[in-house]
């Protein structure tokens, strides 16, 4: 729930100044949309969440994002563990699509 109402969106990956590593998240999508996955969403830096992104990762130049779960797909130890799953091997994917490596 955020602001009363049930969020659509499952995944969301958020970024503060710095847009890069949340860009290269977004190309890096898994091709088997498991989840609905939306930048900024359901809520952004301009809602003032964005405060750590900035000062510890964009202001010592490193890479930064915000992974929002929503609370039903980690509500249970099998969930969480298959969450965990599909973002390490996403994020894998990203770092290298970052550094120039293939996605």
Known sequence: MFHGQRRDVEIGILHGSDVRFAHAMMATRPSNVEF?????????AQDGVAHT??????????ANVMIEIRNDLIETPD??????????AWLEHAIAHQRGGTS
């Not at 992104?53 to 490193?62: I, K, M, P, S, V």
């Not at 969930?79 to 390490?88: F, N, P, V």
């Open 53 to 62: 992104l900035d000062l510890h990762g964009a202001g010592n130049a490193l």
């Open 79 to 88: 969930r969480q563990e298959h969450i965990a799953l599909y973002l390490c």
């Open 36 to 44: 609905d996955v939306r930048l900024n969403e359901p809520y952004s």
